[in-house]
C-alpha cells in the first residue's frame, strides 16, 4: 500500500529564510508524487508534481522537490519564504494500480508559519 | 486553465436535512471526479470516485446510501447528504481529473464546501 508520512506538523520560519518541509513515502513501485497547498477558506493548489521523469522537480512560486529513491523522500524547499507561503502543505502519493492510480493518498500536512 | 468551483461555499442545515453540493468543472471536461472529506486540522479523505454517466465507487466505511453522488455530465457532479447529522458536518472537497492534458493522476482541486449541520 502507498503511504506518505510528513514528519512536521508545524514549520516555523522567518520571511526571507529557507523553507525545508519534509516528506518520506512508502510505495511497492515507482510512485507519482505530489505536493499541494491550501490557504485558509481555499482549495487545494497544485505546487509540483514527480512522475519518473527528473528527480528534482520545479513547481511554481518558486518551490522545488527531489526525489530521492534510497532514502524514499520528496521534501520541499524554498530558497527565501515570503509571508504569502504560510498555508497548509500536503504532501501526496497516487495510490495503487490494482486500485486505479488517480486515486491519492494524502499526508497529514504540514502547517507552515511565516514570521516578518 | 483547469479550475473547478463548488457550490455552495458553506452551507448551515438542520438535522435530518439533506443537502446538495455541486462541483463543477469549468474549463475542462472531467472524465473523473472524486469527493474528499477533510475534519479540521486534519488531512483528506477520499470519500468516492466518480466517472460520468456510471455509478460512484465508493471507499470502504462510506455509506453510499448517505452520501449520494451524481455524475451525470463531464462537467458536473454532486454530493447529497442525506439525513444529515451533526457528525456530517465536515469541509467537503471534489476535485475533478481529466486525460486531455495528457496527466491522468493530476487532479485539479475545488475551494470545498463547508457543511455544518445543528
Known amino acids: 500500500a502507498q503511504s506518505v508520512t510528513q514528519l512536521d506538523s508545524h514549520v516555523s520560519v522567518s520571511e526571507g529564510t529557507p523553507v525545508l518541509l519534509r516528506c518520506n513515502y512508502s510505495?511497492?513501485?515507482?510512485?507519482?508524487l505530489f505536493w499541494y497547498v491550501q490557504h485558509p477558506n481555499k482549495g487545494l493548489q497544485l505546487l509540483l508534481k514527480?512522475?519518473?521523469?527528473?528527480?528534482l522537480v520545479k513547481g511554481i512560486n518558486g518551490f522545488e522537490a527531489e526525489f530521492k529513491k534510497s532514502e524514499t523522500s520528496f521534501h520541499l524547499t524554498k530558497p527565501s519564504a515570503h509571508m504569502s507561503d504560510a498555508a497548509e502543505y500536503f504532501c501526496?502519493?497516487?495510490?495503487?494500480?490494482?486500485?486505479?492510480?488517480?486515486?491519492?493518498?494524502f499526508g497529514t500536512g504540514t502547517r507552515l508559519l511565516v514570521s516578518p | 486553465g483547469a479550475v473547478v468551483s463548488q457550490h455552495p461555499s458553506w452551507v448551515i442545515c438542520k438535522s435530518g436535512t439533506s443537502v446538495k453540493i455541486e462541483c463543477r468543472s469549468l474549463?475542462?471536461?472531467?472524465?473523473?471526479m472524486f469527493w474528499y472529506r477533510q475534519f479540521p486540522k486534519q488531512s483528506l479523505m477520499l470519500m468516492a470516485t466518480?466517472?460520468?454517466?456510471?455509478?460512484?465507487?465508493?471507499e470502504q466505511g462510506v455509506e453510499k446510501d448517505k452520501f449520494l453522488i451524481n455524475h451525470a455530465s463531464l462537467t458536473l457532479s454532486t454530493l447529497t447528504v442525506t439525513s444529515a447529522h451533526p457528525e456530517d458536518s465536515s469541509f467537503y472537497i471534489c476535485?475533478?481529473?481529466?486525460?486531455?492534458?495528457?496527466?491522468?493522476?493530476?487532479?485539479?482541486f475545488g475551494p470545498g464546501t463547508r457543511l455544518t449541520v445543528l
Open positions: 476535485s475533478a481529473s481529466t486525460p486531455i492534458a495528457g496527466i491522468t493522476d493530476t487532479q485539479y
Open positions: 510505495s511497492s513501485y515507482s510512485p507519482s
Open positions: 514527480y512522475t519518473s521523469a527528473a528527480t
Open positions: 501526496v502519493v497516487s495510490r495503487g494500480r490494482n486500485t486505479g492510480f488517480q486515486k491519492l493518498v
Open positions: 474549463d475542462f471536461q472531467a472524465t473523473t
Open positions: 466518480s466517472n460520468e454517466g456510471s455509478k460512484a465507487t465508493y
